[in-house]
């Protein structure tokens, strides 16, 4: 009866261990990998807050070479610009049909962090010059902004580049 | 060093430049562009002048790795199948460097080209000598151009949903080459849609 008991306990205690680690796995998935699908209106909000903070906005697709290599080097700039109050958004422009079989294994695959959203709205045209007047549509392309400037880039970045562009545009 | 600091501040400026307006030059609406001569999916060399009876082309540039190209495939050739007749033939051309994008290679363009069917001349922007001259940013990008003074009438994109045809409101292309063959102006010049960089080595 003892054995069986303490046997019991064991095997409680294990499958205890087993749920408490499961549910921080669940809550990891919750954090990052649930990527929110946004019209233009509804992403619009989001490339326009007027707090302390400065923005980094990403666009970029899953299957975009360049996007993917530059992905890194914004995943890097909170901590690298520690004390400048930096927040990454990664917007994508991957095709909806598509997020579930390779934008979110991507996320997952590539152990992402920053916010990812994805934007579907038909009219191209419209959003790409709300976003900026000088943006002919390719990706990459970057806004840096916070509560009193903006700037807009449609190029690839090095490394280098892309800490030196952000340190002129928090200098400003 | 006063001097050093001005030749480099002046340099640093020069370097922005090259670096932040990639796309501002090239034709824009109204210009008359240069005939060019590039080589076909067929070997054959190509050059706007060999279409005496056509009234104008869509030049579009595009390629075979882009998903946005792929997704618009069909659509372009739709739109050969529907203008070629009427004077108005598709002219795509791939300006990708293959060294940059392994897959725009000439040989791979040939084998694409015979999967989907193309209806239209592809031609391979060897060189990446073209693309430049008319300010391509990105594929697809389009470009209509009318005889006899082989004027720019239209740039931009194809339709106002690139990635989900069936949500296609608006023909922006169709809707132009059917202004300019009843006579017309088209009523938009100019479009923009998301599409995939031109592929350079750096």
């Known amino acids: 009866m003892l054995k069986n008991s303490l046997l019991l306990y064991v095997l409680l205690l294990f499958v205890q261990c087993k749920s408490e680690k499961k549910e921080i796995q669940s809550d990891i998935v919750t ?86 959203v994805l934007l579907d709205d038909a009219n191209e045209d419209v959003w790409i010059q709300a976003i900026d007047e ?10 840096f902004y916070n509560s009193t400037n903006r700037k807009f880039f449609e190029q690839s970045f090095t490394r280098e580049t892309l800490y030196k562009e952000l340190q002129t545009f928090l200098n400003l | ?96 460097d293959p060294v940059a994008m392994p897959g725009d290679g000439f040989p791979e363009m040939k084998v694409r080209a015979q999967e989907k069917g193309f209806t239209f001349p592809y031609l391979f922007d060897e060189g990446q000598k073209v693309y430049p001259k008319f300010g391509a940013s990105r594929t697809p990008h389009v470009f209509i151009v009318s005889k006899p003074n082989m004027t720019v009438e239209y740039i931009g994109a194809i339709d106002n949903s690139s990635r989900d045809p069936r949500k296609v409101t608006e023909k922006y292309v169709e809707n132009a080459v059917d202004a300019l063959l009843s006579g017309k102006q088209p009523s938009k010049t100019e479009t923009r849609a998301i599409g995939c960089s031109i592929k350079v080595v750096r």
Request: aromatic content about 12%; proline content about 5%.
């Open chain 2, 1 to 96: 060093m006063k001097h050093f600091k001005s030749i480099l501040t002046l340099v640093l400026v020069a370097i922005a430049f090259a670096f932040t307006l990639p796309t501002d030059d090239g034709y824009k609406i109204g210009d008359t562009i240069e005939d060019f001569k590039l080589k076909n999916i067929d070997d054959k060399m190509v050059s706007l002048s060999d279409y005496s009876d056509a009234k104008g082309f869509m030049i579009i540039f595009t390629c075979n790795m882009c998903p946005y190209s792929v997704a618009n495939e069909d659509r372009i050739i739709a739109l050969d199948k529907k203008y070629k007749g009427l004077g108005f033939p598709v002219i795509a051309i791939n300006p990708n």
């Open chain 1, 134 to 143: 000088s943006w002919s549509g390719a990706i990459p392309a970057t806004l």
């Open chain 1, 31 to 116: 954090n990052n990998y649930v990527v929110q699908t946004l019209n233009y209106k509804e992403l619009k909000p989001l490339l326009e807050r007027k707090d302390h903070k400065n923005y980094v906005v990403n666009f970029w697709a899953t299957w975009c070479a360049p996007c993917v290599k530059e992905l890194p080097y914004f995943e890097e700039l909170e901590a690298e610009f520690k004390d400048r109050n930096i927040e990454v958004l990664l917007v994508s422009l991957d095709f909806p049909n598509k997020k579930d079989t390779k934008l979110l294994p991507f996320l997952k695959q590539r152990n992402i962090k920053s916010k990812v």
